[in-house]
């Protein structure tokens, strides 16, 4: 066994020690989380307005006063938790991710903690390009669009106004931001399911047709349902799926490609008379 490949802590952890670590890292994030939820509860207003600007921009373009209705005495209270807890995952999640790196990473060869540390880079970077398309590019397509249905009213005609709640517009962004940068893991995932030899680059482009119409399924059920805002996920899907066979490609064990061309050799040879 080679140094590269010796894990840092050679010694074996009894079970009631990794228990204890466990408890430990879990008390870290916790603590984490809570001290990031009260800082983003007391600025929960202002988050909610960061995440409203789409919005109001597209309401003032159209002539009309930027407003959210709440319709339940407790809804404009329970809003501003789950904005303080949206925004707390967000804040909290460096630490947390740490705390989790710190509790594997003695059970890893240096090798394998280093194979590793690009994807750890790449985890955050990826899920906020996704969250910052969303919120940069979809939201004011999607919000121009949908604000589009509204009709004047007049004597001879019945008005159109939209009245959004608050949780409601809450619920559509947050689930949005998040189905971005989920999706924009794909690159990840698929990168570190090929590095550790499940999967096959071959094998991902065989099925490309249908990754591509996975793509657009997914769009349809986690996107509002409106042309532009499916097609906003659904064609960086497939370009994320296109970039994941060329990163998955440069980190594919050399080993497969061995036995490919091995098993091509011998299908080559046994069929020469």
């Not at 800082?39 to 909610?48: A, L, V």
């Not at 096959?200 to 990754?211: E, H, I, Q």
């Not at 532009?228 to 994320?240: F, G, N």
Request: proline share 5%.
């Amino acid at each position: 066994m080679t140094d590269d490949q010796n894990p840092i802590h050679d010694k074996s952890m009894p079970l009631i020690d990794h228990i204890i670590e466990l408890r430990r890292r879990l008390i870290w994030s916790l603590a984490t989380f809570i001290i990031a939820f009260g800082i983003c509860y007391h600025f929960s207003g202002d988050i909610y307005r960061f995440l409203a600007a789409p919005l109001a921009e597209i309401m003032r373009q159209k002539g009309e006063q930027p407003h959210l209705i709440y319709t339940a005495l407790y809804e404009a209270f329970f809003t501003y938790v789950r904005v303080g807890v949206f925004g707390a995952l967000f804040l909290s999640f460096p630490m947390i991710a740490i705390q989790i790196w710190i509790f594997i990473a003695p059970g890893l060869y240096r090798n394998e903690k280093k194979a590793f540390a690009p994807f750890l880079v790449a985890t955050p970077v990826l899920f906020l390009l996704g969250a910052a398309l969303a919120y940069y590019l979809v939201f004011p397509f999607a919000w121009k669009f949908f604000l589009s249905f509204q009709q004047s009213g007049g004597t001879d005609q019945m008005g159109i106004e939209l009245q959004a709640r608050v949780s409601e517009y809450l619920n559509l962004v947050t689930k949005m931001i998040l189905a971005f940068g989920v999706c924009f893991e794909l690159p990840v995932a698929l990168t570190l399911i090929v590095k550790a030899g499940l999967v096959k680059t071959a094998s991902l482009k065989k099925v490309r047709r249908y990754a591509y119409v996975a793509a657009f399924a997914v769009a349809a059920v986690v996107a509002p349902p409106d042309a532009i805002t499916m097609l906003s996920l659904a064609i960086p899907l497939v370009c994320l799926y296109e970039f994941s066979i060329l990163a998955a490609k440069l980190v594919e064990p050399r080993r497969l490609e061995d036995e490919e061309e091995t098993s091509s050799e011998s299908n080559i040879s046994g069929g020469v008379p």
